[in-house]
């Protein structure tokens, strides 16, 4: 429509997750009608972070350089080592407020059939940063699905021999979740891993 | 969060319409992630568009040329002429293929209270349009709201001395619409506009 440009625009629009024909075409015209500056300062930011973003050296979460903000600053509790499967979770965990020690980033989950094993998400490294006897609390907090559980189970065995503690991000309902929309899976783990108020 | 470079690549897609800080946040680790190639495509398909797409010097549309390929095109009836509001209008009116005229593209609708006049939406250029003859229907296509009627209205007036039909767009129920869940307005025009079936 309009022009090659244009739907090569449309095109590119579709690689944002969730973002569909219809709406890229109407992003597309927005860009071209109403906001050709907000779209050549998007196309700036889009070259700069390809280019400068990376994996922490220490984390493996993302950074500008070597090594990251909290794997370097000395406000984080340093014994407290979070374990998640993706920057995306660090992100989630940061904005919760909930967490003040540092983290480590595996890349993924165990997934034999695909190929991915312990080597795949960097356990061995992981392995070898708990084993200078600073961390003393390690948080499982991969994700409550098959391979995340699967993957904690696994982090537990591969650190049995150090003198660290493990633990796992708790499971239940949802803050404000109602009970008749919950799935009975998690009610059941929700009801298994009740806690004393009395 | 992680870095300049990342807080600067969400705030470039919020200008992106209906995007979130959330989704922002998801779309910028998904690209940086999952897809650099794709980003690096997505940034120069941008810088592309804003250079070379503008208003087409005859209908007003959006082209890479000086004129559009519809205006240019001799497969199309150049008797029949559609008015709308915007390029999205065309582009709306295209994919729903029912039409095989020209078009003229407003740039929007009257609106005194914003000081949008005649002269703003350009209706003296389309009269002058108008006014060679070629033109035998005129397909008034602005949109059912307030302003787009107005400026129907308003686009009679000013034709009253050209030998030209001119035809509003139907406005009714839409297509698989459930009458309770119409509004009231779109359906009292709908009874009013009935058509005669036998
Ligand atoms: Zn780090
Ligand atoms: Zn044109």
Request: include cysteine.
């Amino acid at each position: 429509m309009f022009s090659g440009r244009f739907d090569q625009l449309v095109q590119a629009l579709r690689i944002l997750p969730s973002v569909g024909p219809k709406s890229a075409q109407r992003m597309a015209l927005h860009l071209i009608m109403k906001n050709k500056e907000g779209a050549l300062g998007l196309a700036h930011a889009l070259n700069e972070a390809t280019s400068y973003i990376h994996e922490c050296a220490v984390c493996h979460s993302l950074t500008e350089n070597e090594v990251c903000d909290i794997c370097l600053s000395n406000d984080r509790d340093e014994q407290l080592l979070c374990v998640v499967e993706s920057p995306a979770d660090v992100m989630a965990i940061e904005q919760s407020g909930s967490f003040k020690g540092k983290y480590h980033v595996l890349g993924g989950h165990l997934s034999p059939l695909d190929g991915i094993g312990p080597e795949e998400i960097g356990i061995p490294y992981l392995i070898q940063r708990l084993s200078d006897g600073l961390v003393t609390e390690v948080i499982l907090a991969t994700n409550a699905t098959v391979e995340g559980q699967a993957t904690a189970h696994y982090l537990v065995e591969a650190a049995k021999h150090l003198p660290v503690n493990m633990t796992r991000i708790a499971q239940g309902v949802p803050q404000g979740g109602e009970l008749e929309y919950v799935d009975s899976h998690t009610l059941s783990q929700a009801v298994h891993n009740r806690m004393r108020m009395k």
